[in-house]
């Protein structure tokens, strides 16, 4: 990865003052022409850009970190947030946080904004745009930059940086298989995130389970749900087929949601249908009956990414390799399932 310059940097490479080139790229008059064209020739050759507050002019680095993440609203990205935020006080670093929303444009700007401050590196979950347009040329503009970048949950391989996923795949295959072992016959699959990577892996690992089991994949059973669609009528349309007994929800709202119409529709719940789901949110426990879960360990998550990102910018080897940490799932039993 290129290695991100500073003024003294600059400075050096061209024995002046750290005050000579401030100047010359604020086109100063006192300095002369042919320097000036010297030292922005060679600032824009090594992507330099200037900072609002440029402490680099006494320091190499600010203690800062961003971090950009998808929904707020999501439990998951919330202990993640937790857990990025007590490494980074434990070592010394501040965060800067933004939300993109689930928007692409929002996550590019936002990128262009943190750049421009005074930042070591950045941690992001991708927004649900930017991975169904599959457009990440402000990312990879970054890391040519000297910007070091952690990905976690949604990352895309397209883009060489440090990563911290959980196995998806493996985390849907528990679910499923435990729904399995415990009678259910028909399970039916519950996505309102089939944009995302992390949804298509779910899916992968149901499917998997399913086989296993000698169970034929029905892609009548798996419902995927837009933003723009009613949750409520596609779910009462699936279960309108009195044989299903198991449903698998691949994320915390969607289970919520389910819980209360499977209510509503009179089944006793796990007797005659059994729910599980990704996130281990805090709400699930609370609920009636509390819902079983796979736990997906948000604030581990956080922590390693702050661990690498921050190993990266303290690490004086630019060509230390990227690495991808998997985080194990664990399946978290409570009521809404039968016991093994």
Known sequence: ????????????????????????????????????????????????????????????????????????????????????????????????????????????????????????????????????????????????????IVMFDRVSEEIACDKVIVNDTEGAFEATEHLIKTGCKRIALISVIDNLSVGKLRVEGYKKALLQHNIPVNEKLIVRIGKFEDFDTALKIILADKTIDGLLCLEESAAVNALRIVKH??????????????????????LTPSISAISQHGKYIGETAASILIDRIENEDQNKPFTTRVVKTSWIERESTRQL
Do not use: W
């Open 1 to 148: 990865m290129p290695k991100r310059i500073t003024l003294k940097h600059i400075a050096n490479t061209f024995g002046v003052s750290i005050a000579t080139v401030s100047k010359a790229l604020s086109d100063s008059y006192e300095i002369s022409t042919s320097t000036k064209e010297k030292i922005i020739a060679y600032a824009r050759e090594h992507n330099y850009k200037s900072k609002s507050i440029d402490l680099s002019l006494l320091h190499k680095k600010t203690k800062t970190i961003g971090v950009i993440i998808p929904n707020i609203m999501n439990s998951f990205f919330a202990k993640v947030f937790v857990g990025i935020e007590a490494k980074a006080n434990e070592k010394g670093y501040h965060l800067i946080s933004c939300i993109s929303n689930e928007s692409f444009e929002k996550e590019v700007k936002t990128m262009e904004l943190l750049k421009s401050d005074t930042l070591d590196g950045i941690i992001i979950s991708l927004a649900e745009e930017t991975q169904v347009n599959q457009q990440f040329a402000h990312l990879k503009n970054a890391i040519n930059e000297g910007v070091p």
């Open 265 to 286: 529709m009179g089944y006793n719940i796990p007797e005659e249908m059994s729910i599980a789901c990704f996130t281990n949110g805090k709400m699930l426990q609370h």
